[in-house]
């Protein structure tokens, strides 16, 4: 019977399909409760045929009415799509295994979360953003389906507390009762104020498809639409992807702020989401109750909502406090409100405090001590007598009054279960407050007036043992407290609760360590502005993965103590959060490098950066640190100067006139005038000014894609900028000049007469100037093109160039920003390969080897010019640190012969490159001089059709298998561009040469 009801559906569907959409199919059946559902394969393309059983046609006419409003407005989301018969319809009623309605869709590809394998954050992070997406799109969308009393709508939670008695078990029950009651008394009078619409209100483990990324590549199910407030979408979402997460605050918060990244929330509705989530799975614990009292025998109800209380006595264990302010921070808002205005207040009256130690010493000597993982001091702590011991040594040895340990500091040293969290791998580390260590016994006095409101005997091994908390109010009415641990019991035994404690009061006094969970005798002093419900229990050490949040609740409390040392540090954090906070404090319009598998460096040397867990990357773009990462001289120049002087360049000082001589002394005569500036970009600008105060003329002639710095004057004069995405289009005061390139443009290799053709475009540039009566002011070039393509200039060309714009009354420009101080091998200057000499010439990037400073070099006359009555100054540029930072790179190019070690490895590179294209049609082209180089990929050596997806893959593939850092570059994007500092070596050469003959072997295998 059953093999001849599924023969008679299959029929029955076949037909339905052929006469409707005219289409045959392979069906595969999908689970359904209620409704059919089948999976169809026709003509290489996969679709889900629902066949919906009688019953409401309300809700049946929402679903569709939802996916066609969503298929006009949001055309871009993972949903699936109607797909009409062949009379245009998105439904028709049929008659399979009884009355029926059939809806054909497109199919979505992907894993269903609850069974993906690589979901992690960035799954819910996605998830977050799509539903922000949706309901975003959602404003829009009314219907009178959705406008019904729904017992899934967690916005209507309290009507399920009349349901709480239909669950047997007894602590299931009150857990229930309680959430449900803290919901209604608390939380649905503030949803009131909160934006209401129609939701999706279904994006639970099953709704959901995950890619093979873990990125969300589709969202089922609008059977659950209801009209009700915004952030009860959240909340069910968060209510399922926290499922089996090892945080699960931190996956709610992670929907939740990306949720808000693209649907703004308030402050009011991101503070409810965690409330909101344990009273969804309350709402549910309440569902399956009716449920089952309506079916007993329905097993699948009971072991289902066995899931649900697991993860709902999880939540019970979080401190709502910290989740509340976790999700606030994942949103972008403060984490505790008042934080910023406690640190505002402290640092407003913070000259009128007093000492928390010996008030009457004169200022104190300070010996600081390192109780980080790789501290020299991370041994106290663990044995009291020895940690005295090598502290009294270390104030004798610094001639120091006391010792402190630092805030911020992530430390090894806190044992036991007591700074467990609860959830794995999340153990508190970081330091709270700043720890000061002197001798037992001695007083403790209040910095400004408080009252006792927490006393505390935390009497376990490595605990705070007797504590206090004083309580304090701001200008504004705004409470905090500062926190005082590891205190003698006796003095802390005469205190009480409501206790006034008056400024400069001695109220305690430091504990022995017997007293001190065996401590060595010390004060932890802390400021709260949220006590998180702990009270004296107050932690002194957060989590390093919360950092961003437990730093509001305790805030720096250096501002208080006023030491003359530094007495915290930065706190390092993960890729991951970088990439967010990035993204929240620093404009978006600053790219990360290699994102999304960024890399987070912490040192250099050499050629060589040095990833955080110690993995060495070879650096083949960095032209900045031209003598090496970190080259010891330089460094050595850095450290020395600043400890003597660093001042602006109006006052007199050895060091700015011998770099102007030494720097100059690299030019031919008549380039002996500098000027000092912070960046090639600023040293550019003032070039113009410089050009125009000479000639009197404004007009500006650039090269096509060239790149000159990112100031407004200079987006002017750069078509890769104001031709390129978000550019405003060229300038009426620019012309743009045709760019010589060799290997693809109009004149090529072989063509002795290509420079001279080439340098015709200037003078056409020119010649329109004067058919509208004007002369150039400045023509600028480079000695190699970089954004171009790494294209060295075909000979004669600037010869030629230069000579047009000299006779039209303008002046010549080389900008030596990239090019400069030796890289290209033969010569110090890129100009020089040219064999001319420029009436300005400008530096920047390898002048100072990373340091910001940069340098515009040019004529007597030309600087005359621009003395005119309107000073010139730059307050930081020639300093007396930047001055000796460049004297120390010339010092290191001559004595290292870098220039000369520039040519011989580029030449290897080179040649090596030339020998791997024999084999590698892929490369079109090799070219360059000294180590600044570009290897064009192509897909045909006849079309030069660029190969720039080919070029990602392999350098992509540097990356990760070779450990070797490149980037691309050109008009095509298909240049691979090489320009690693001047140390790199031939065994560097050698190992670039071999990853790349292995990478474009994979490629032309398709790997």
Known sequence: MVRDR??????????????????????????????????????????????????????????????????SNAPELPLSRAIRTRQGAVSIPAEIDGPRTARLLTWLPGTIWAKSTVRGRHSAEALGRLLGQLDLHLQGFTHAGARRIYGWDIGRADMHLTHVAMIGDADKRAS???????????????????????IHNDANDYNVLLDEAGNVSGLLDFGDMVETFRVVEIAVAAAYALIGERDAVGTIAAVTGAYHDVNPLSETEAE???????????????????????????????????????????????????????????????????AAGVVKWLERNAHDFVPIVRPSAERPKVAVLDFSVAGGNCWAGLAPGAAEASIDAILAKQQADFAIGLYGEDRAIYQGDAFETGTEGARRSVHL????????????????????????????????????????????????????????????????????????????????????????????????????????????????????????????????????????????????FLVRERHRRIGRSLSIAYNPAPLKIVGGE??????????????????????????????????????????????????????????????????????????????????????????????????????????SSLIDVSPYKFAGPGGEGQPAHVRVAEMPDLYRGRFRYGDAEAGNRYADSVKDQIEALAAHGRRPALFFSEGILGTGGQLPLPDNYLNQAFAFVREAGGLCLSDEVQVGFGRVGRHMWAHELQGVVPDIVTMGKPIGNGHPMAAVVTTEAIAASFANGMEYFNTFGGNPVSAEIGLAVLDVIRDERLTHHCRVIGDRLMDGARALAERHGLIGDVRGSGLFNGIELVRSRETLEPAAAELERLIAGMKSRHHILLSSEGPHHNVLKIKPPAPFSAEDCDRFLNALDEELTLIAKGG
């Open 6 to 71: 599924m023969h008679a559906i299959k029929q029955a569907i076949g037909t339905l399909l052929r006469d409707a959409y005219g289409i045959e199919a392979a069906l595969s059946p999908l689970p359904g409760e209620h409704d059919l559902n089948l999976r169809l394969r026709a003509d290489g393309s996969d679709y889900l045929l629902k066949l919906h059983a009688a019953g409401d046609d309300v809700e049946l006419d929402m679903q569709m009415a939802v996916l066609d409003y969503l298929q």
């Open 606 to 711: 050499g050629a060589w950066l040095i990833e955080e867990d110690g993995t060495r990357w070879l650096d083949m773009v960095n032209n900045v640190c031209q003598v090496g990462h970190c080259h010891p001289r330089v460094v050595a120049a850095a450290q020395k100067q600043i400890g003597h002087l660093n001042t602006n360049s109006r006052y007199l000082h050895d060091s700015l006139v011998e770099y102007a001589r030494r720097l100059t002394a690299q030019f031919p005569d008549p380039l002996n005038v500098c000027f000092f500036v912070n960046s090639g970009s600023e040293a550019n600008d003032l070039a113009i000014r410089l050009a125009r105060a000479y000639t009197g003329n404004r007009d500006i002639i650039t090269i096509d894609h060239a790149y000159h710095g990112h100031l």
């Open 433 to 576: 407050g700043i720890d000061i260590f002197v001798p037992a016994g001695e007083p403790v006095y209040a910095p400004f007036a408080g009252i006792v409101a927490f006393i505390h005997d935390d009497a376990v091994a490595f605990g705070f043992g007797p504590t206090v908390l004083l309580q304090h109010e701001s200008d504004d009415g705004t409470v905090f407290w500062t926190l005082y641990g590891h205190l003698a019991r006796e003095g802390v035994a005469r205190l009480s609760v409501g206790q006034p404690i008056a400024k400069g009061e001695a109220f305690a006094a430091f504990g022995a360590a017997s007293e001190n969970g065996q401590w060595a005798p010390h004060l932890h002093f802390q400021i709260v502005t949220d006590h998180l419900g702990l009270g004296g229990r107050m932690h002194g050490v957060g989590v390093r993965d919360q950092w961003q949040v437990w730093r509001d609740v305790s805030p720096d409390p250096s501002v208080v103590l006023g030491l003359p040392v530094p007495a915290s540090v930065i706190v390092a954090r993960d890729k991951d």
């Open 272 to 338: 409810m989401v965690f409330d909101l989530v344990r009273t969804r799975y309350a709402v549910s614990m309440c569902m399956a109750a009716k449920q089952i009292r309506d079916n007993p025998d329905n097993t699948y109800l009971l072991v289902s909502q066995e899931d649900v209380w697991r993860e709902l006595q999880r939540l019970e264990t979080e401190n709502r406090s910290m989740a509340v302010a976790r999700i606030r921070d994942a949103c972008g808002f403060a984490a505790i409100p008042s």
């Open 176 to 198: 229930v009762h309680t959430i449900l009651s803290h919901f209604t008394d608390n939380v649905l009078p503030r949803l009131q104020a909160c934006p209401r619409q129609v």
